[in-house]
């Protein structure tokens, strides 16, 4: 059975919003791309530099990047949560629930920071969070948890999120 024969679904509307990433953290991005290229010229590539490069290009596009040296990610720009605010505020004010999605930890973390600091309440599903369908439950029942926040690799699957009509990604 596919989704079109089971629900009865409103079609989606995709907004795309650019952000700029700040100067000090496009010219971080734009070095990490030299140094690829560099690598491609120089012959010696393997898969698993590749493949690391493009994670903390990705990375860095949500506000953070790691390295080899530390487990820790490195805050490098607000641009993203910056306008994430101002959708979350929007969503806030019309009293509607929004549901945000993201790929990496710290990237949910600064999330969860920025709505603690708001006073918002919020749902969380990330790795290690043992409590899921409660919650799901909590979002999709509580008026008073607006937010729901979803790291894709954990909750981009198999769980229902209705009380929301609006995704961020």
Known sequence: ATKAECLDLPSTTDIVRKVELEPRAMKLYQSLIK?????LADGEVTITNVLTKLLRLSQ????FIGSDESSEA???????L???EDIMDSALEEGKKLVIIARF????????R???KKRVNYSLIKG??????????RFQNDPDVP???????????GITLTASSTMVF
């Open 105 to 112: 930890v710290p990237e949910l973390d600064a999330i969860c």
């Open 82 to 84: 910056d306008v994430l």
């Open 114 to 116: 920025l709505l603690e």
């Open 35 to 39: 140094e690829s290229y560099a690598e």
């Open 147 to 157: 937010i729901f926040i979803g790291q894709i690799a954990t909750a981009g699957l």
């Open 128 to 137: 290690g969070v043992k409590d899921r369908d409660e919650q799901i439950t």
């Open 60 to 63: 860095l596009t949500g506000g």
């Open 74 to 80: 490195q805050p490098v720009s607000t641009a993203k």
